[in-house]
Structure formats: C-alpha cells, structure tokens
C-alpha cells in the first residue's frame, strides 16, 4: 500500500509517516500543504492520501478541497481525512460523488496505529470508513430529523454501525443477531431514508450521508 501524508504539522506529518512505515506501509511523500499534496499524488501515484482538512493558507478548507479535486481527477485514490475537526464543506462533495475508498477520522480518537491501519485497509479495498462522532456530526442535521425519526433504535443502532464499515456479517456478530436479520433492518433503513435503488449510487454510503441529498 503507497500513501502520501499531508498534514501542516511537521512533527505529526513525520511521526505519522514513521509510525506506518514501522507497521509495513509504503509512505511515498509528505506534504505540508494542498498545493504540495497535489504535486506529490501526481508524481507518485499512491493508493491512499491521507489528508488534514485544514492546511495553509487559511487553514479552513484547503486539505479537503484538494482531496475533492484529487478524486475528480483520480477517482480511484483513496482518500482518508484525518482532522482535529468536524467539518461538511467539500466532504459532503466528497461523500456523494466518490463514496468508495473514502473515511473521515478524527485525530484525537485515533489512540492506536492499529485503527488507523484498519481505516486504511479499508479503504484500500473500496469501503468507507466513518468516525462515530462525524457519524453524529452528519447524522444531526435539521434537514434528516423527520427521516432519522422513521427509525428504530435498532435500525439506528445498525446505521451506526453500518456507518463505521462494518459488513452484514461483523454487524450481525456485534449486535448478536443472524445476517438476515440485518440485511432486513438494512432494507428498511434505506427505504425510510428514501434510498431507492439505481445502478449508480452506493446505498450502503448514502445512508449513512443521507443528509447529503438534494
């Protein structure tokens, strides 16, 4: 697995960067800001940029702008936030358009290398994966409160889950419960967040993000 860091900080780039190169990760480039990050993916081609949202100049939006523009460009990049903060612009953009090979995770609750591995291979591998506090953060817009309603506590209790990447399987074994029973509350969870099935669109993602249609 090739990834590049991109982060303002020098001392958490680099600790972060000898950390997975420690535990096997390929850490092809660091960046210290969007500009940078843009420059480094082109030159190496990695799998996986791993992504502070703030970065210079104006440290607000710039990291996941450049992660947008990275997957319109390269759609088959994995991107992982990885942020002191909760933040929507651009990640919204980011969710609904490239929702695989996508995670969001916040800094100060990533407490061991070994959770930031399982994000990524995660991510390498196509799947999405969501912090249960950005989860919240996503999930507690005004706009899906009527939505969010129509749920049961068991069907927000495998949202949840669903939203943290784990499969039908690890949820069923966490919840203590059969797989079909969760591919049941499943479907009803999309279909009271009126996700409908088409051939283009990553269900499984859009309801976790369901607040970001229209």
Not at 155 to 169: H, I, P, T, W, Y
């Amino acid at each position: 697995m090739r990834v590049v860091i991109a982060d303002d900080s020098g001392l958490l780039r680099d600790g972060l960067a000898n950390l997975l190169t420690e535990a096997g990760v390929d850490v092809v480039a660091r960046a210290g800001d969007a500009e940078e990050l843009i420059a480094m993916v082109a030159e190496h081609e990695p799998d996986i940029a791993v992504v502070d949202i703030r970065m210079p100049p104006t440290y607000t939006h710039e990291g996941a702008r450049a992660a947008l523009e990275l997957r319109q460009r390269r759609p088959g990049l994995g991107i992982l936030l990885l942020s002191q903060s909760l933040e929507s612009r651009y990640v919204t953009d980011l969710a609904r358009q490239h929702p695989r090979g996508f995670g969001y995770l916040l800094k100060d609750r990533v407490t061991e290398v070994q959770v930031l591995l399982d994000a990524l291979g995660s991510i390498a591998a196509g799947g999405t994966v969501l912090d249960p506090e950005v989860v919240s953060h996503l999930l507690g817009r005004n706009e899906l409160v009527e939505q969010l309603d129509r749920l049961s506590e068991r069907e927000r209790g495998v949202l949840e889950l669903m939203a943290q990447g784990l499969s039908n399987r690890a949820i069923a074994e966490r919840l203590v419960i059969d797989v079909k029973t969760v591919e049941t509350h499943i479907a009803r969870i999309l279909t009271k967040l009126d996700l409908h099935q088409t051939p283009d669109e990553h269900r499984r993602v859009l309801a976790v993000l369901a607040w970001l249609r229209g």
